[in-house]
């Protein structure tokens, strides 16, 4: 495990710079420029609450200070950690893509894109977590718990690495992998509770564990339910759930960088 992180860090200059020109790059040109950072997840959140909350009427489990459950805040906690993973894993799979004229040229690390990508999405999910934060503040739901929230954002973070990295190598040689993704990432956010809480969703239907599959089994919503217990409702996870997920991480980072450093050696040839 030493080895990715020894060398990202012995780059981190120019992982910094990639970071910095995705982070330059994203609002080009747009008159609001950064304030879209914050349109765009405004606007989501005004969707779901009006659609779930307001017709379909899900009721929020109660905060952590014992007060009435509030949907948009609700929803926010599970769309910070569903927006950073998508984005992610989205962005680190098109990065070598992206930067294939310049690795022609000169050469440079390939993981250096995928991660300055990663960090850059950082920067977006840390002013969401801020207003998240600050809300819960003015609404006196804050604990200790919290001092969790920087840990999970790391395991989080190495864990949609992990699986750029595989993406960004697939993608380069099969095309086709874009698409797949994309579908997947649709199915898999109606599969986690981000816009629905884990209750309404039955221990059996069809003749399976419903359950089990979209909670137990489910590696995001593992991250929603921890990020929703440190955040909305003050609790503070299990010591298995903290262990299973900081397992989860490092393994996936690990084979991701383990598939990434077999096939990146030859993908200036495939750009």
């Known amino acids: 495990m030493a080895s990715p992180l020894v060398e990202v860090w012995a780059f981190r200059p120019l992982v910094w710079n990639f970071a910095q020109r995705e982070l330059k790059g994203k609002y080009k040109g747009s008159v609001l420029g950064w304030a879209w950072s914050l349109i765009n997840p405004v606007a989501t959140l005004i969707t779901y609450t009006l659609v779930f909350s307001t017709i379909f009427r899900a009721v929020p489990p109660p905060l952590g200070n014992g007060e009435q459950g509030n949907y948009t805040l609700f929803l926010f906690t599970g769309l910070i950690v569903w927006n950073f993973f998508s984005n992610t894993v989205n962005g680190s799979m098109t990065s070598l893509v992206a930067v294939g004229p310049l ?3 000169i050469y440079f690390p390939p993981f250096a894109p995928v991660a300055g990508g990663a960090m850059a999405n950082g920067v977006q999910t840390l002013i969401e977590i801020a207003i998240l934060v600050v809300v819960m503040v003015v609404l006196g739901n804050v604990s200790a718990t919290l001092v969790l929230v920087p840990f999970l954002c790391l395991l989080l973070a190495l864990f949609a690495l992990g ?6 190598v697939w993608n380069v040689y099969y095309r086709d992998i874009a698409y797949l993704v994309g579908l997947a990432l649709q199915i898999l956010f109606y599969a986690t509770p981000i816009i629905y809480p884990p ?8 003749g399976l564990p419903l359950r089990a599959l979209l909670l137990q089994l489910n590696p995001v919503a593992q991250f929603v339910e921890a990020f929703r217990d440190v955040v909305y409702e003050l609790q503070w996870p299990s010591l298995l759930q903290l262990a299973t997920l900081t397992v989860l991480s490092l393994a996936t980072l690990s ?17």
Do not use: M, T
């Not at 699986?163 to 960004?168: F, K, P, T």
């Not at 209750?199 to 069809?206: G, H, I, N, R, T």
């Not at 084979?255 to 750009?271: I, K, P, Q």
């Open 103 to 105: 690795l022609r040229k």
């Open 163 to 168: 699986i750029g990295l595989v993406l960004a």
């Open 199 to 206: 209750s309404l969703v039955p221990e059996q239907a069809f």
């Open 255 to 271: 084979f991701g960088w383990w598939v990434f450093h077999r096939r990146a050696r030859d993908v200036s040839e495939e750009l």
